[in-house]
């Protein structure tokens, strides 16, 4: 037997390790041969499952070569995933940790331990649900292949996430979580709010941008007695919306449309909605997206944009080794909350409110990744390992993000005036949110 077959991986990887998470590991490392590096009791430990992780590191010493490891099943997490990111976080952090980087050490000490393990090779092929958009960005067709990546993996694997009310969006938690106000209703509770933020009256047509699954048009519709207009990009999510309101017996009420918000021409609408949309259209398309949802509302018509933010700064560059862009929002892009106000009321839009709900997504988050744990082996046969694994990843270093304050969620309120300035908006915010659903029939 060989010095090298009796040497503990761990104990060859363990210069890899050191230089990229520093000298004092808050997390376990198990290596395929079952030697581990670090402490036994740490909330999080990573198992490489395989020594191709390793190579794919070679390939690819950034985020895209974990991601590719972790995507494949190479690497996998056990433990308290959200602990373990969480002190992986804080060694990321210059003011927390030693930060994790890939210098040019910690590149020699990959090549190092892939020298010493005898498993340097071609590179492994990237997991089948790696993103590879063409043309360009934020054209009509790249668009409508991101939103495909995204969203049509299978409604039946959504169910599992989302949970019954099929609402893929920040919730309200107008109570704290609890048996008795669950998921769904906080999610209800969300699609109530933009209701009465938008003042729905019976009788009104609204435009749904974006409209997931019919959440918030079949609330509006059944609940405010308005006829809406849905579109999406999604052919999974129309189907499921048109049968959810044909099941509602909503068909007239409701049309779902699979269609750009770039191509709808029969305006004008009294109200319009934008729920968790915004986040795909990009920098560069915002004065176009505002132009277009201004140029279909009627004055005194309200739009209600629901997106996520990032912090002020200077815009970041595109990323070709991001996990998110490669694996779960090709081409998403956020923008600070000025950068948003900016644009619309650079197109003619007053913007009368504005909610931060950045806490409420964390706690929507952490539900979404509840649901998916405790529903693994049907999410998993419904999509794939694969899917699951990142859907997983995703959302739980998101809901750090959002508790953290690196990213935000806020519901901006604007109106088109008339040519005189008249906004026909309430005096007062209690007035605003006073809006009250159809008397229910006796």
């Given at each position: 037997?060989s010095a090298?077959?009796?040497?503990?991986?761990?104990?060859?990887v363990?210069?890899l390790?050191r230089?990229?998470?520093?000298?004092?590991?808050?997390?376990?490392?198990?290596?395929w041969?079952?030697?581990?590096l670090?402490?036994?009791q740490?909330p999080?430990?990573?198992?490489?499952?395989?020594?191709r992780?390793?190579?794919?590191?070679?390939?690819?010493?950034?985020?895209?070569?974990?991601a590719?490891?972790?995507?494949?099943?190479d690497i996998?997490?056990?433990g308290?995933?959200f602990?373990?990111?969480?002190?992986?976080?804080?060694?990321?952090d210059?003011?927390?940790?030693?930060g994790?980087?890939?210098?040019?050490?910690?590149?020699?000490?990959i090549?190092?331990t892939?020298?010493?393990l005898?498993?340097?090779g071609?590179?492994?092929?990237?997991p089948?649900?790696e993103a590879?958009l063409?043309g360009?960005?934020h054209?009509?067709?790249r668009?409508?292949?991101?939103?495909?990546?995204?969203y049509?993996?299978?409604?039946?694997?959504?169910?599992?996430?989302?949970?019954d009310?099929?609402?893929?969006?920040?919730a309200?938690?107008?109570?704290?979580?609890?048996a008795?106000?669950?998921?769904a209703?906080a999610?209800?509770?969300?699609?109530?709010?933009?209701?009465?933020?938008l003042?729905?009256r019976?009788?009104?047509?609204?435009?749904d941008?974006?409209?997931?699954?019919?959440?918030?048009?079949?609330?509006?519709a059944?609940?405010?007695?308005?006829?809406v207009v849905?579109?999406?990009?999604?052919?999974?999510?129309?189907?499921?919306?048109t049968k959810?309101?044909?099941?509602?017996?909503?068909?007239?009420?409701v049309?779902?449309?699979?269609?750009d918000?770039r191509d709808?021409?029969?305006?004008?609408?009294?109200a319009?909605?934008?729920?968790?949309?915004?986040?795909?259209v990009?920098?560069a398309?915002?004065?176009i997206?505002?132009?277009?949802l201004?140029?279909?509302?009627?004055p005194?018509?309200?739009?209600?944009?629901?997106?996520?933010?990032?912090?002020?700064?200077?815009?970041?560059?595109?990323?070709?080794?991001?996990?998110?862009d490669?694996?779960?929002f090709?081409?998403?892009?956020l923008?600070?909350?000025?950068?948003m106000v900016?644009?619309?009321?650079?197109?003619?839009?007053e913007?009368?409110?504005?909610?931060?709900?950045?806490?409420?997504?964390?706690l929507?988050l952490?539900a979404w990744?509840?649901?998916?744990?405790?529903n693994?082996?049907?999410?998993?046969?419904?999509?794939?390992?694969?899917?699951?694994?990142i859907w997983?990843?995703?959302?739980?270093?998101?809901?750090?993000?959002?508790?953290?304050?690196?990213i935000?969620?806020?519901?901006?309120?604007?109106?088109?005036?008339t040519g005189?300035g008249r906004?026909?908006?309430?005096?007062t915010?209690?007035?605003?949110?006073a809006?009250?659903?159809l008397p229910?029939?006796?």
């Amino acid at each position: 037997m060989s010095a090298l077959s009796r040497t503990p991986v761990a104990q060859i990887v363990e210069p890899l390790v050191r230089a990229t998470l520093g000298a004092d590991l808050p997390i376990a490392v198990e290596c395929w041969d079952g030697s581990v590096l670090g402490p036994p009791q740490a909330p999080l430990r990573v198992v490489i499952r395989h020594r191709r992780a390793l190579r794919r590191l070679l390939w690819a010493p950034n985020e895209l070569g974990f991601a590719r490891a972790y995507v494949s099943g190479d690497i996998d997490f056990e433990g308290d995933l959200f602990a373990g990111l969480d002190e992986l976080e804080r060694l990321a952090d210059p003011e927390t940790g030693p930060g994790v980087t890939v210098d040019r050490t910690t590149k020699l000490a990959i090549l190092r331990t892939v020298l010493r393990l005898g498993i340097l090779g071609a590179p492994p092929a990237p997991p089948a649900e790696e993103a590879a958009l063409s043309g360009r960005r934020h054209s009509l067709g790249r668009d409508s292949s991101a939103i495909a990546h995204h969203y049509d993996v299978g409604n039946d694997f959504y169910e599992y996430v989302l949970g019954d009310s099929m609402t893929y969006s920040c919730a309200y938690w107008s109570e704290p979580p609890s048996a008795d106000f669950g998921l769904a209703d906080a999610q209800f509770a969300k699609v109530d709010l933009v209701a009465r933020k938008l003042g729905l009256r019976p009788g009104m047509r609204v435009l749904d941008v974006g409209c997931g699954w019919g959440t918030f048009a079949l609330h509006a519709a059944r609940e405010y007695g308005v006829q809406v207009v849905g579109v999406t990009l999604s052919k999974e999510q129309a189907e499921y919306a048109t049968k959810r309101m044909a099941e509602a017996g909503l068909a007239e009420a409701v049309e779902i449309r699979i269609q750009d918000y770039r191509d709808v021409q029969d305006g004008p609408f009294d109200a319009i909605s934008s729920i968790g949309m915004a986040e795909h259209v990009g920098t560069a398309m915002l004065p176009i997206y505002a132009a277009d949802l201004y140029a279909l509302l009627k004055p005194q018509g309200r739009l209600l944009n629901h997106a996520i933010s990032r912090r002020p700064g200077p815009r970041p560059e595109f990323s070709k080794t991001s996990f998110i862009d490669r694996y779960v929002f090709p081409d998403g892009e956020l923008q600070p909350l000025a950068t948003m106000v900016d644009a619309l009321e650079g197109v003619g839009f007053e913007v009368r409110d504005v909610e931060s709900l950045r806490e409420h997504y964390a706690l929507t988050l952490r539900a979404w990744v509840a649901n998916l744990e405790q529903n693994w082996p049907a999410a998993v046969a419904a999509s794939s390992p694969a899917r699951a694994r990142i859907w997983r990843l995703y959302m739980a270093g998101s809901a750090l993000a959002f508790e953290g304050n690196r990213i935000g969620l806020n519901q901006v309120l604007a109106v088109r005036p008339t040519g005189r300035g008249r906004s026909g908006m309430p005096a007062t915010r209690d007035e605003l949110l006073a809006a009250s659903p159809l008397p229910a029939e006796e």
